[in-house]
């Protein structure tokens, strides 16, 4: 038997002698509702009464409004809490038929609303009804757990040195919190403390305006919790001024997980996530920790809407390193089989084409696959070049070539030069694929015997083999020695 049916039966038999006789049934797991929302109903014989739910905090008050707007309905609200105990018990005993309350919620739990018809199924009234929960405060008690946007009015006097108050907070959140002296001499001091008591913030004078008011900003909460907003004064106990004071927390722009680089999701190997690009978030971080030559697979895939999803990788400095648009097919993203340039943290960014200018929306699916290394079943002993690096070698009788092995994507355009350095070398450039089938040779195209195979296409992805050696033909001067740069870049050399 859930929590939610006991609670009921304990409503049912306890507080309403009427309701008693009907039968118990669950509650339905989709009534929750948030204070300011505009909830409408019927109650009829079919449905003599509708049960919603709200997550209430302690210290904060909330305004009940029922309001029938059809039919003859003669309306009645219960407000009870999730061990069953009775708040309130409402009807229109002043010959309104408007029900209007106002609550101070004791505790930070769940809260039930029960909107039915006097004598419930055995009335006989009909009709509907719009109920509103309106948050309209916070009292100020020690302890009271604040709420975003709402600010809260308390004194630090010489008896009261220090007020503490609780937040709730989500992973991501990115929150600042502000203490203004409105009376007295007050120099306020804030600290925030976790649930462990570590101290993660605090100021006395905030950082602008030149007041002595205190405020914490972009203050990134790591785990979610309950944190512990310390309300004091300049030297704390000791200090000695005093005076009132309105203190508010608020969530910076960007603020949420994934929202921002600053709280980016961490996301895993083989791990998938799912979240939505919209007009207010077009842009979604994720965060994961890789090695050198890992090979990894993203997708971005569109799920529902007609989202146009776009996908970037980024270093730790959020410089792109490759992007994509629709090589997953229809409006989906992927990039495929990525080389890891470096040990580090890389950012992936899940968007839409256009960015901040799109106007695709909709959800996806995101997925991060390890493919393995990139150089597996390569001989170790042969050298791996970045592109842009430049790479000396030497050409001499006994040893007339050397092997380097690069990785590339499909139809990236590559340039290899090999110039000689030393001695009287006529170097030759060849690329192969990963089974060393040779794909381009070049002997003399960067002018002065130098050789260069300029802006060759790759056809796949994966590993590819450079072949430095000399001309070894029967004309000219064979076997060539000396010293050589060799020159790997995309594009044009």
């Not at 739910?53 to 008050?61: A, I």
């Amino acid at each position: 038997m859930s929590r939610l049916f006991i609670v009921l039966v304990i409503f049912l038999g306890v507080g309403l002698p009427l309701l008693a006789q009907d039968t118990p049934t669950p509650i339905p797991p989709d009534t929750g509702v948030e204070p300011g929302t505009l909830i409408t109903g019927t109650i009829d014989d079919a449905t003599p009464r509708q049960v919603f739910y709200f997550e209430g905090s302690r210290g904060e008050v909330i305004r009940f409004q029922l309001q029938t707007t059809d039919g003859n309905l003669d309306p009645v609200m219960t407000v009870f809490d999730d061990t069953g105990m009775i708040l309130f018990n409402r009807d229109d005993r002043d010959g309104n038929r408007d029900v209007a309350v106002m609550m101070t919620i004791p505790a930070s739990t769940r809260f039930y609303v029960v909107v039915g018809r006097f004598g419930y199924s055995q009335g006989s009234t009909r009709g509907e009804f719009e109920l509103v929960l309106e948050r309209v405060g916070v009292i100020s008690e020690q302890g009271t757990n604040l709420l975003y946007n709402i600010p809260v009015i308390d004194t630090i006097s010489s008896t009261q040195p220090q007020i503490y108050y609780t937040f709730r907070a989500e992973a991501g959140d990115i929150v600042n919190i502000e203490m203004v002296r409105s009376s007295g001499t007050l120099d306020p001091f804030l600290q925030i403390v976790d649930s462990n008591r570590f101290v993660l913030a605090e100021n006395d004078d905030a950082p602008t305006n030149g007041t002595r008011n205190a405020r914490i900003e972009n203050l990134i909460i790591e785990n979610t919790g309950t944190y512990i907003i310390v309300a004091t004064r300049y030297g704390q106990a000791a200090g000695e001024s005093v005076g009132s004071f309105v203190l508010t927390i608020t969530e910076s722009e960007k603020s949420g997980l994934a929202n921002s680089e600053l709280t980016a999701f961490p996301i895993s190997y083989n791990q998938t996530h799912e979240d939505v690009i919209n007009a207010d978030q077009f842009t979604r971080y994720y965060v994961f920790a890789a090695q050198r030559d890992d090979l990894i697979t993203i997708t971005q895939n569109q799920t529902t809407g007609q989202l146009d999803a776009f996908l970037t990788l980024a270093n730790a400095g959020l410089q792109p390193l490759i992007t994509d648009d629709d090589s997953g097919g229809g409006r989906n993203a992927r990039i495929e089989r990525y080389r890891i340039p470096a040990d580090g943290e890389y950012y992936i960014i899940a968007g839409r084409i256009d960015g901040e200018t799109g106007t695709s929306t909709g959800d996806y699916r995101l997925q991060l696959v390890y493919e393995g290394s990139a150089f597996e079943g390569v001989n170790d002993g042969i050298p791996r070049l970045e592109f842009g690096s430049t790479t000396q070698d030497t050409i001499t009788l006994e040893d007339d070539d050397s092997i380097f092995a690069f990785y590339g994507q499909k139809d990236e355009q590559v340039t290899i030069a090999v110039y000689r350095a030393t001695g009287d070398l006529d170097p030759v450039v060849q690329l192969l694929d990963n089974n060393q089938t040779l794909l381009a040779s070049d002997d003399d195209s960067a002018g002065g015997q130098n050789a260069r195979i300029q802006n060759y296409r790759l056809p796949a992805t994966g590993v590819y083999y450079i072949r430095a050696t000399r001309y070894q033909g029967n004309e000219g001067t064979p076997n060539t020695t000396g010293g050589y740069n060799l020159i790997l870049s995309r594009g044009l050399e």
